[in-house]
């Protein structure tokens, strides 16, 4: 068995989730569509999930609509609104470290004829309230600054943004995929108009997501069929996935709490042992607004793929921001805005800590973590400089 | 393919490079590549004797195919003539290694240039070309300067605590500046010191600093400062590579030259 740190990109489906999920498989499959008595069991347990899900981020029922997951719930809050909202303004903000899809899809509605800015972060990785300011006009619809970054665990100022953005009557949306599950989150407190959650953030099945929109807010469908969920994401239900979605959320609001506390242990130690232990290695991210599970590091002179697999070959399972190990061979846009160089964005490390992880799994990690990095340097012509001195 | 799906002779070179080091003295040959694709680095040491290649070593920063094309072109480099050398390709490398995932070819085409140019560099000791070393070093005109100058750019610092917890630039401006940025380190995490130098004369200051929390930037310059109202990002100029890029930077220092 390997050990699995990379909770941000996946995260295995709770056993009592699936449990709760199977009788939606065979015995009870209706489509909420149906009039018949199989198809009244599907709506009850379909609206019976969205009231649970809906107030697990302190909203109402009737402003949670399904989808297949955060991507669609992004592409729909965003490209929804502004197709909607295109004779009010075509100006939208997002920040430079959202997540790749909002970085997509901005680039996207660029092509159809919408300005998109985008708002710097510091050196920490959050958002300012003045470099918002400076970048919103008359002409601004929408903002939208993800909850957590997903990369380096910064929590951005949500609220205030939120209320930044309701003082002037623009919609803020923002996605809270890295966040959900690891802190309370209430779309009232926070003033947020638009949201994107994943189901299998909170150890639910994948596939499954939902977008929240407020009461009064229009957007646009962008999947138009037989007119399921309000008539603004057409397709039959998955049920057996909300189901497993709901009970997710079910267990979460026992456990959050415990929960993080025990990652917020593992992430401390893990940090504070790293630094002390490996010469010439940072954090990146904020020190303390960050997720409570997300240790996210760079160490001078190595770079990320290697690190990975060398983790890999015992049996860790870690995650990188190297351009080697993308698809694009780009380095991650979260760490160039942060303000690092491409040969330090290059030997970045994240560890992300979830439900299935036991304190021996930080002591893995750091039994072979100074090993790992000072073969690599051994073989690397950027730390010469530092071992010769 | 997904781009780390590696056949086991890819990984075994990861695990157990061969010929990983660096060489000195006659006979030497040393080239080096950057990518400017994915950042990595490339570095090869050649030794040859009577034309033949009799040792060679190498060092890399890179991914593990970097490491492991840098490791089998090693291997096939070592006992063949510089010219039988010079016709490796990127291809052979990757034959040799079982195949290299798709997105991963451009790595084998990194140490095929390594090695060409240290191949090249042999050469050149051989029949010295009468190479004229340009120092085109006038202060270059720094686009933004006057824009931003109080909103970012500065030429003179009066208060340090404008920095607390900002990305601050200095440009070297002889002790003075090597001063600032270590003074600056006490306020803030991230402080970027840029010369055009390949390294900083040798003094005790310029020991600390290379001891320091501060990054140094060799052979670099500032060529442009870009925000909307205020210092966002920079645009630099890597002079050994030849390649521009974008950084984020809050603060940039330009002190008065004395």
């Given at each position: 068995m390997s050990v699995y740190l990379d909770y941000q990109s996946a995260k295995p489906v709770d056993p009592r989730v699936i449990e709760a999920m199977l009788p939606y498989f065979h015995e009870k499959f209706g489509n909420p569509s149906s009039l018949h008595s199989v198809g009244d069991t599907a709506t009850e347990i379909l609206e019976e999930s969205r009231k649970t899900i809906?107030?697990?981020?302190?909203?109402?029922?009737?402003?949670?609509?399904?989808?297949?997951?955060?991507?669609?719930?992004?592409?729909?809050?965003?490209i929804g609104y502004a197709l909607r909202h295109k004779d009010s303004g075509n100006h939208i903000v997002i920040s430079e470290i959202e997540h790749i899809s909002i970085h997509n899809i901005a680039k996207y509605l660029e092509r159809n004829g919408f300005v998109v800015s985008k708002i710097p972060v510091d050196q920490f990785g959050r958002v300012s309230l003045e470099k918002l300011a400076e970048r919103v006009s008359e002409t601004t619809i929408l903002v939208s600054v993800g909850y957590a970054s997903d990369e380096i665990g910064t929590i951005q100022p949500i609220s205030d943004i939120g209320k930044f953005c309701r003082e002037r009557n623009i919609a803020f949306h923002s996605d809270i995929v890295a966040a959900e599950g690891l802190m309370p989150i209430d779309v009232n407190r926070e003033n947020i108009d638009l949201l994107s959650m994943s189901s299998n953030d909170i150890y639910g099945p994948k596939g499954l997501g939902i977008l929240y929109v407020r009461k009064g807010t229009r957007i646009n469908p962008l999947i138009i069929g037989g007119g399921q969920e309000r008539g603004l994401r057409s397709g039959t239900e998955n049920v057996p996935a909300v189901v497993g979605m709901k009970r997710a959320?079910?267990?979460?609001?026992?456990?959050?709490?415990?929960?993080?506390?025990r990652f917020q242990r593992y992430r401390d130690r893990l940090i504070e042992e790293t630094l002390t232990t490996v010469p010439r290695c940072y954090l990146n991210g904020h020190p303390t607004d960050r997720l409570p599970n997300n240790a996210h590091f760079r160490f001078d002179g190595i770079e990320g793929e290697s690190l990975l697999l060398s983790f890999k070959e015992k049996n860790i399972e870690v995650s990188t921001g190297s351009a080697c190990s993308s698809k694009t061979l780009e380095p991650s846009h979260t760490l160039i805005a942060l303000g690092l160089l491409h040969e330090e964005a290059h030997g970045s490390l994240e560890i992300t800590f979830g439900r299935f992880n036991e304190d021996g799994d930080v002591d893995s990690v750091l039994e072979v973590l100074p090993g790992i990095v000072s073969r690599l340097r051994k073989l690397s012509p950027l730390y010469k400089e530092e071992t010769k001195s | 393919m997904k781009s780390t799906q590696y056949s086991e002779k890819v990984l075994d070179h990861f695990?157990?490079?061969?010929?990983?080091?660096?060489l000195e003295g006659k006979g030497v040959a040393v080239g080096r590549v950057g990518n400017p694709v994915c950042g990595d680095l490339m570095e090869f040491y050649i030794k040859?004797?009577?034309?033949?290649?009799?040792?060679?070593?190498?060092?890399?920063?890179?991914?593990?195919?970097?490491?492991?094309?840098?490791s089998m072109i090693t291997e096939l480099a070592k006992g063949k003539t510089v010219d039988e050398a010079l016709k490796i390709t990127r291809q052979d490398v990757a034959d040799e290694l079982e195949g290299l995932p798709p997105i991963k070819m451009h790595c084998s085409n990194l140490a095929a240039d390594a090695l060409k140019n240290a191949i090249k560099a042999y050469k050149e000791k051989q029949e010295p070309l009468s190479k004229q070393e340009t120092m085109a070093e006038g202060p270059k005109k720094i686009v933004g300067m006057d824009q931003f100058k109080g909103q970012g750019v500065y030429e003179e610092i009066y208060d340090l605590s404008l920095f607390k917890d900002r990305r601050v630039m200095i440009l070297e401006r002889g002790e003075r500046s090597i001063e600032l940025a270590l003074e600056l380190t006490k306020l803030t995490p991230r402080v970027v010191f840029v010369t055009g130098k390949k390294s900083l004369d040798a003094s005790i200051l310029s020991e600390k600093l290379a001891k320091s929390s501060v990054k140094i930037?060799?052979?670099?310059?500032?060529?442009?400062?870009?925000?909307?109202?205020?210092?966002?990002?920079?645009?630099?100029?890597?002079?050994?590579?030849?390649?521009?890029?974008?950084?984020?930077?809050?603060?940039?220092?330009?002190?008065?030259?004395?």
């Amino acid at each position: 068995m390997s050990v699995y740190l990379d909770y941000q990109s996946a995260k295995p489906v709770d056993p009592r989730v699936i449990e709760a999920m199977l009788p939606y498989f065979h015995e009870k499959f209706g489509n909420p569509s149906s009039l018949h008595s199989v198809g009244d069991t599907a709506t009850e347990i379909l609206e019976e999930s969205r009231k649970t899900i809906a107030r697990f981020i302190g909203a109402d029922h009737d402003e949670v609509i399904f989808t297949s997951g955060a991507t669609e719930s992004n592409n729909h809050a965003l490209i929804g609104y502004a197709l909607r909202h295109k004779d009010s303004g075509n100006h939208i903000v997002i920040s430079e470290i959202e997540h790749i899809s909002i970085h997509n899809i901005a680039k996207y509605l660029e092509r159809n004829g919408f300005v998109v800015s985008k708002i710097p972060v510091d050196q920490f990785g959050r958002v300012s309230l003045e470099k918002l300011a400076e970048r919103v006009s008359e002409t601004t619809i929408l903002v939208s600054v993800g909850y957590a970054s997903d990369e380096i665990g910064t929590i951005q100022p949500i609220s205030d943004i939120g209320k930044f953005c309701r003082e002037r009557n623009i919609a803020f949306h923002s996605d809270i995929v890295a966040a959900e599950g690891l802190m309370p989150i209430d779309v009232n407190r926070e003033n947020i108009d638009l949201l994107s959650m994943s189901s299998n953030d909170i150890y639910g099945p994948k596939g499954l997501g939902i977008l929240y929109v407020r009461k009064g807010t229009r957007i646009n469908p962008l999947i138009i069929g037989g007119g399921q969920e309000r008539g603004l994401r057409s397709g039959t239900e998955n049920v057996p996935a909300v189901v497993g979605m709901k009970r997710a959320v079910e267990i979460m609001q026992q456990e959050m709490s415990e929960e993080t506390t025990r990652f917020q242990r593992y992430r401390d130690r893990l940090i504070e042992e790293t630094l002390t232990t490996v010469p010439r290695c940072y954090l990146n991210g904020h020190p303390t607004d960050r997720l409570p599970n997300n240790a996210h590091f760079r160490f001078d002179g190595i770079e990320g793929e290697s690190l990975l697999l060398s983790f890999k070959e015992k049996n860790i399972e870690v995650s990188t921001g190297s351009a080697c190990s993308s698809k694009t061979l780009e380095p991650s846009h979260t760490l160039i805005a942060l303000g690092l160089l491409h040969e330090e964005a290059h030997g970045s490390l994240e560890i992300t800590f979830g439900r299935f992880n036991e304190d021996g799994d930080v002591d893995s990690v750091l039994e072979v973590l100074p090993g790992i990095v000072s073969r690599l340097r051994k073989l690397s012509p950027l730390y010469k400089e530092e071992t010769k001195s | 393919m997904k781009s780390t799906q590696y056949s086991e002779k890819v990984l075994d070179h990861f695990r157990n490079p061969r010929n990983v080091g660096t060489l000195e003295g006659k006979g030497v040959a040393v080239g080096r590549v950057g990518n400017p694709v994915c950042g990595d680095l490339m570095e090869f040491y050649i030794k040859v004797k009577d034309d033949r290649i009799e040792d060679i070593k190498f060092k890399t920063f890179g991914c593990g195919s970097a490491i492991a094309t840098a490791s089998m072109i090693t291997e096939l480099a070592k006992g063949k003539t510089v010219d039988e050398a010079l016709k490796i390709t990127r291809q052979d490398v990757a034959d040799e290694l079982e195949g290299l995932p798709p997105i991963k070819m451009h790595c084998s085409n990194l140490a095929a240039d390594a090695l060409k140019n240290a191949i090249k560099a042999y050469k050149e000791k051989q029949e010295p070309l009468s190479k004229q070393e340009t120092m085109a070093e006038g202060p270059k005109k720094i686009v933004g300067m006057d824009q931003f100058k109080g909103q970012g750019v500065y030429e003179e610092i009066y208060d340090l605590s404008l920095f607390k917890d900002r990305r601050v630039m200095i440009l070297e401006r002889g002790e003075r500046s090597i001063e600032l940025a270590l003074e600056l380190t006490k306020l803030t995490p991230r402080v970027v010191f840029v010369t055009g130098k390949k390294s900083l004369d040798a003094s005790i200051l310029s020991e600390k600093l290379a001891k320091s929390s501060v990054k140094i930037l060799y052979e670099s310059e500032l060529l442009e400062v870009r925000g909307l109202n205020t210092v966002e990002k920079v645009l630099m100029h890597d002079m050994n590579e030849d390649e521009e890029y974008e950084l984020f930077v809050d603060g940039v220092v330009i002190l008065r030259n004395e």
